[in-house]
């Protein structure tokens, strides 16, 4: 199994004035290819904090990441957007999409940034709208479409440059139950077909869809649990660094 | 109908001797007509609008109100020209022969100007040393710095506009720039996905930077139809009021393209610096966490 995500002693502080707020104190664990980690915990405990360093979005404190066997914890600004762009997926609560460009232009963003000409990334922005159950509502404006929708959208955004890790932080967060379901069934459809999904959310039926759940709280992981896919019975596996290597 | 006798004084200068030929006219004239014959005058449309003549029609032309005076025929209405020392004045003209001028004001053989046409503008030059060499008691000068010297109130009125220009281009500089700040800003969340996944400062500076510069061209002509509509408007009703045919206002090619490079500097440079604010921000901060 190829580890696809590898963190070690991961902290991340927030310094506000003198006062600092540490958000992540030494995280260590390893996701490999093709698994779905969901990451819960209370409020605060710093879920999103761990989601962005994964993402590149944020640098640590201290410790490392390593994504796709790339180490990305000081990467500059230049080489982690063209990390982003190129290695992950990244989709939000709240969708984060153009408003003034339709579902296929959205999609279409990623390849065009990335290279790839008119015709081919028309198609695959197609294709990928097709995947997500979209494929008849290419033209339309992200104002015109439902909540679920949108956040298909913004799935099929993610994976436009076939990522090796899809990172989502509360995708069921601004959806009712029955979408948040639709949500879910997609997720897993995803990683049947070999997409590295690290989830975070407060949902229990998204955590519940998950392989392996890791449970944190005040910035330290307290839990991390492989559900049985057979009978989705919770069994524990550990707090040791490499749970999936023993 | 008796023409009053200041605009008759006017005539003198108004005749603009034009040596040979305005003393060759009324000979030849003589010649061909009975003596007793009335001699022809031209008059400017406003005075024949308001007088309601008629090219043919007899008019009695007098030095003063009830002094005598010659019957003469109106044998041309003319125009005004366009110019702008004109439009001001009120009162009418009226071209009559120089003889008959004369003997009406009682000045005898007398001119205080006249004006003398030259192929070239070597020969003017060549003139006005021989004049002012030989002539005893006037003086000659090229009529184009006559023109200069009357016209100094426009110069500094011009230069007035000039200024009102340059400090409306600057105001509407800083709004634009505010404008565009503010519109710019609107895109933070639109930026922050950008570079979340994975777009370049490039692009998408690159992309507000091209999208100012757009709104830039297409507003600023806009501005040049809405200025060519005003610039119209402006000139038929003062036009009319002054009843000439100068035109008080113009939108040139100059103008045009002097106002759609502004804006579009203006434009690139202020969406520049509105897009390099929000791309130098790290996106998490421009969701506003
Ligand atoms: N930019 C920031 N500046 C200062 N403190 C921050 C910042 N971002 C997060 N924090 C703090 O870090 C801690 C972890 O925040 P984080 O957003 O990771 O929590 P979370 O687990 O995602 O919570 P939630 O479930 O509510 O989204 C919190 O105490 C939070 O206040
Ligand atoms: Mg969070």
Redesign the pocket.
């Known amino acids: 199994m190829t580890a696809i995500v590898e963190v070690r002693d991961l902290a991340?502080e927030?310094?506000?004035g003198d006062e600092r707020?540490?958000?992540?104190r030494g995280v260590t664990f390893t996701v490999h290819q093709p698994e779905y980690v969901a990451i819960v915990?209370?409020?605060?405990?710093?879920?999103?904090?761990?989601?962005?360093l994964l993402g590149v979005i944020d640098r640590p404190t201290s410790g490392t990441v390593s994504i796709a066997g790339e180490r990305v914890d000081q990467l500059d600004d230049a080489r982690a957007t063209e990390f982003r762009l190129r290695r992950i997926g990244f989709v939000f609560q709240r969708f984060y999409l153009l408003q003034a460009l339709s579902a296929r232009e959205n999609v279409e963003l990623p390849l065009a940034e990335a290279g790839m000409s008119t015709r081919e990334r028309r198609a695959r922005a197609l294709e990928l709208l097709e995947y997500v159950g979209l494929g008849r509502r290419e033209r339309h404006r992200p104002s015109q479409l439902s909540g679920g929708e949108q956040q298909r959208v913004a799935i099929a955004r993610a994976l436009a440059n076939r990522p090796a890790l899809l990172l989502a932080?509360?995708p069921t967060g601004e959806l009712d139950a029955r979408t948040g379901a639709e949500m879910i069934a997609l997720f897993e459809r995803l990683n049947r077909d070999g997409t590295t999904i690290v989830v975070?959310t407060?949902d229990e039926d998204l955590a519940r869809a998950a392989k392996r759940v890791i449970h944190?709280r005040d910035?330290t992981i307290v839990d991390d649990v492989r559900v049985d896919p057979a009978d989705r019975r919770v069994e524990p596996v550990g707090l040791a660094p490499e749970p999936h290597e023993r | 109908m008796r023409v009053n006798h200041r605009f008759v004084c006017l005539l003198l200068l108004a005749v603009a001797v034009r040596g040979a030929p305005a003393q060759q006219t009324p000979r030849s004239i003589a010649r061909g007509v009975p003596q007793d014959a009335p001699r022809s005058i031209t008059i400017d449309s406003r005075l024949a609008a308001d007088a309601s003549l008629h090219v043919g029609d007899r008019v009695v032309v007098a030095a003063g109100t009830g002094e005598p005076g010659d019957t003469v025929v109106i044998a041309a209405i003319t125009q005004r020209r366009a110019d702008p020392a004109e439009i001001a004045r009120g009162e009418y003209r009226v071209r009559l022969h120089l003889g008959q001028l004369q003997s009406l004001l009682g000045y005898g053989d007398r001119v205080d100007r006249f004006a003398i046409a030259t192929p070239s503008a070597g020969a003017t030059a060549d003139a006005v040393a021989r004049i002012n060499a030989s002539a005893f008691g006037f003086q000659a000068h090229r009529s184009a710095d006559v023109a200069v010297e009357t016209s100094k109130t426009f110069a500094v009125v011009s230069r007035f506009h000039r200024a009102i220009g340059t400090i409306t281009i600057v105001a509407s500089a800083i709004f634009l720039l505010c404008i565009m700040l503010l519109k710019v800003d609107e895109r933070r969340r639109d930026v922050a996905a950008l570079r979340l996944i994975g777009c370049t400062e490039r692009t998408i500076v690159g992309s507000v930077v091209l999208e100012a510069a757009a709104i830039a061209v297409l507003g600023s002509l806009f501005g040049v139809v809405v200025g060519g509509t005003a610039s119209f408007l402006v000139n038929r009703h003062y036009q009319a009021v002054y009843r000439t045919p100068l035109r008080f206002s113009i939108v040139t090619g100059d103008i045009v393209l002097l106002a759609v490079a502004l804006a579009l500097v203006l434009g690139i440079v202020a969406g520049w610096l509105a897009a390099r604010r929000l791309v130098r921000t790290p996106p998490?901060?421009l969701f506003g966490?």
Not at chain 1, 21 to 24: H, K, R, S, T, Y
Not at chain 1, 41 to 52: E, H, R, V
């Open positions: 991340r927030y310094r506000m707020v540490p958000a992540l915990g209370p409020s605060g405990c710093g879920k999103s904090t761990l989601l962005n932080d509360e975070v407060h944190m910035g | 998490l901060a966490r």
